[in-house]
């Protein structure tokens, strides 16, 4: 399966601002492959702005449509005002691995559970407006066995193909070349063996999921 990702590093985030009604509301986008990634993210806003109101939270920590590692919180707000509308434009962007913080400093004026909803979803899908994003390919380990002067080859042609090495093991008899191979390709090694002009052995005893 491939799917975009937020394009940025750890630690580091997107930010966006917007005003309704004097509060200020402060979107922060990050990728997040892991619930962890998520409360480092809410620690680092917490922490630049202590003095918030709300610090409501939601992410999603796999691929686009993932149904169980995800979350929300309204973090005070009344329920459902905004964890959730943050989430749901979270998960019909089409992006995974993605969290976000919305800061919210209150300006005076109560919003009503409407206006706090629309508020919260809109700092949301406005800072996804600015955001990069790069592809995640979810691949198999395949692991190949070659002699010495097939190594070059292979990983030229691995090359050629976007396919990433992973490991290198040598020992006496040759190397043990382990790639990734997308889950979503078909296994056909054809056009490889046609290069190399000899069958391309599979070590079934390190080749597996990841």
Known sequence: MRYPVPALEANSWHSHQIDIEKSQFIAWLAHTPSPDALHSLVAAAKAAHPNASHHCSAFVAGPPGEQTAIGF??????????????????????????????????????????????????????????????????CDTLTLRLSFAQEADVRA??????????????DGDGVRLALGWPRDRSLDLSPLENRLKSTVVIDTSQTASP
């Open 73 to 138: 919180s309204d973090d005070g707000e009344p329920g459902g005002t905004a964890g959730r509308p943050m989430f749901q434009v979270l998960n019909g962007s089409g992006i995974g691995e993605i969290g976000c913080v919305v800061i919210r400093y209150f300006g005076g004026i109560k919003l009503g559970t409407g206006g706090l909803a629309r508020a919260y979803a809109q700092a949301v899908s406005q800072a996804l407006d600015g955001i990069h994003t790069r592809e995640i390919i979810e």
């Open 157 to 170: 042609w691995c090359t050629e193909n976007a396919l990433p090495v992973l490991s290198a093991d040598y």
